[in-house]
């Protein structure tokens, strides 16, 4: 895959830019088997990201701010780049520099990027928190990162309030959309650009330099922040290239409803697709089926990368005159697996085949889907992501024979791997063996090494002596025509050690009931075994969801476990 060669030279622009610069659409073995990585010597995402484009194409639009009926709103790498030096100018003046943290709490804008790529060129640590963040939340993090500064929306500053005394870290404060007579210590982030004049020169940042951490979901224990060095966009390349099939290609322009403080938003669109010269669209409205098929054709994307989530959302609206204006090429999707129906949906209803793919916070789009490339399977994530060494392994740290359950392990080194858990060396220790790293997810792996995923180690339900994955019985609770969304869990039972217990929030219109919940359980009990039907159902009004999309299913995990510890005591 000699694209990625090319990829880390500094005349990226002129190549992307000329449609002869794309690789011929080859099969999946040719393109493992000719794959290599490159990495220069020098690199920061700041400058890949913005400023050869800048030089080669300042008015090529970078980032389009799609507001409802009213015009789009614009962004250019010219601006991007000058707009991101002066900012890193400002902070340098106000003492962040090399190794600084900064967290960054913002949603999808403008001042977004323009701030990650200030902190990069510092060769300071961005460190993006999502602003649905409650204090108890956001208060953790920003502790644990130590953040020196903190760029904050206005929307954010009464959730800020209540733990900024316990940050001795915290130097200085920088809002967006905030007052501009604020005074204090806290900061216009717009007049920061404006009145500073002057730039500087980029941190000469090398691929292993520390540029980004981002904090574990939080579904498993306490979040945990994982640092990544500048290489993580490089190594993310050869993956979005992959999933959105050759990308990019003329006209195309990626969306994503994910939060860009979430590696899925951040890794997985905005920063590889700025250094590839693609237009990210954005939104700071809430994620609605119906709009976002309106936003989709108003902007013309033909790239979207989607969580299963919002997938099943799309296919439950039915917004069917919506669907004939979109102008799709591609759809990515990870976070959570793929439902086979939310899969034939998409090709029935949309024309697409979704491409599926997998990773964690800390070692992102290692294993993938792409149809162009004749990997595509319902069902299944896919297999190895050309340029990454994905196995499964056994409880001997041996890989495990075809479709035997293993625990997915990526080899190192790898450029999209993390160099280590923030401040916390036990942790990092912990999720290596030997050359491998450990992800904790269980899947197996079919004859034609096609990975299916089962569920995270401590999600896996053991119930008279069968290990059910929660994800299958989900994924057939999903196909009943009353559910909207199901999360599964393994309530302790004194006969069975487990049973399976699945959380339910119905479609509109669509009351709980006894009979409801019988018949469901009939319907999983037909589809997969006997062993697997949920024992129980409980009906929810909503789903808790972490930042990325993801079902936090160990909120339900303790309420089971509470329910049945009061049982047991009655």
Known sequence: MLFCLRLCGRDLPRHAADASWHVAMQNYQTLTAAFTWNLPARYNIAAACADDWARAAPRRVCLIEDRGEAPAVTLGYGELALSSRRLAAAMAAKGVGLGDRVAIVLPQSFQTAIAHLAVYRLGAIAVPLAMRFGPEALGFRLKAAGAKMAVL???????????????????????????????????????????????????????????????????TGPPKGALHGHRVVLGHLPGIRFHHEDYPQAGDRIWTPSDW?????????????????????????????????????RQGVR??????????????AGDEPAVKDLTLRTI??????LPAATYEWARRSLAITVNEFYGQTECNMVLGSSAAHGVSRAG??????????????????????????????????????????WQDPEAT????????LITGDQAVMDEDGYVAFVGRDDDIITSAGYRIGPGEVENCLLAHEAVKLAAVVGKPDPLR???????????????????????????VRTKLSAHEYPREIA???????????????????????????????K
Do not use: C
């Open 261 to 297: 403080a979430w590696a899925g938003g951040l890794l997985n669109v905005l920063l590889p697709s700025l250094q590839l010269g693609v237009p990210v669209v954005f939104s700071s409205e809430r994620f609605r089926a119906d709009e976002a098929y309106r936003l989709m054709a």
């Open 153 to 219: 929306h206005r929307d954010g500053l009464e959730t800020f309030g209540a733990v900024q005394d316990e940050l001795p870290a915290l130097e200085s404060v920088v809002v967006v959309e905030g007052e501009r007579d604020q005074g204090g210590d806290q900061l216009d982030f717009d007049r920061l650009i404006a009145e500073t004049n002057g730039t500087i020169e980029d941190a000469a940042t090398g691929p292993d330099d520390p540029a980004l951490i981002i904090f574990t979901s939080g579904t």
């Open 539 to 569: 009906f929810v009004d909503e789903m808790p969801l972490t930042t990325s999309g993801k079902i936090v299913r160990r909120i339900f995990r303790e309420r089971a476990h509470a329910e049945a510890a009061e049982a047991g005591e």
């Open 429 to 436: 220790t912990a999720k290596f063996s030997g050359d491998w």
């Open 332 to 337: 990515a999707s990870a976070g959570e697996s």
């Open 380 to 421: 299944a994530i896919g297999k190895s992501v050309p340029g990454h060494v994905v196995a499964l392994l056994g409880a001997d740290g041996r890989e495990v024979p075809r479709g035997t359950p293993g625990t997915i392990a990526v080899k190192a080194p790898d450029p999209v791997m993390f160099l280590n858990y």
């Open 497 to 523: 050690t487990e049973i399976v217990k699945a959380y339910v929030v119905l479609k509109d219109g669509q009351p709980g009931s006894a009979a409801l919940a019988a018949d469901i359980q009939s319907f």
């Open 303 to 316: 790239n979207a990368f989607l969580p299963a989530t919002a997938l099943r959302m799309l296919a439950a």
